[in-house]
């Protein structure tokens, strides 16, 4: 049977991941309750139906991140989206790049001890 990419990806989200974006929903629609406006207004404000605000508030990791993104700027925390995935707060690269540095500075260190090994002794100076 024929499935959409984005169907398949959605199938191998992380458990945890779901839970997340889960729980993003519900705090975006506790954001619009306590600002006491109805799904009808908040959907208009964002751009898009009342069935999607629904789905984006019920945890559905399907709507776009777009609209995610717009939800967020309703809230006045769409600022938060320039840091999810920049470099300087990837861990896992920073490890990787960590552990190269590591290799590097030991091969270097074998290098250096084996030209050590190699090179003469120097011989004592006569007079």
Do not use: C, Y
């Not at 990419?5 to 729980?23: D, V």
């Not at 629609?29 to 959907?43: D, H, M, N, Q, Y």
């Not at 990837?90 to 001890?113: F, K």
């Amino acid at each position: 049977m024929f499935m959409p990419k984005t169907a398949r990806a959605l199938l191998q989200l992380p458990p945890a991941t779901a839970a997340a974006i889960g729980k993003l929903g519900a705090d975006l629609a506790v954001a619009r309750l306590r600002r006491k406006e109805s799904l009808k207004t908040w959907a208009q404000r964002m751009g898009v139906s009342v069935p999607t605000l629904q789905r984006l508030e019920a945890g559905d990791p399907a709507v776009g991140i777009g609209i995610v993104a717009t939800a967020l700027w309703l809230i006045q925390r769409d600022g938060e989206l320039g840091n999810l995935a920049a470099p300087e707060h990837d861990r896992g690269a920073i490890e990787m790049d960590v552990r190269a540095a590591v290799q590097l500075g030991r091969a270097r260190a074998m290098a250096s001890a084996e030209a050590r090994l190699r090179s003469p002794l120097p011989t004592p100076p006569k007079g």
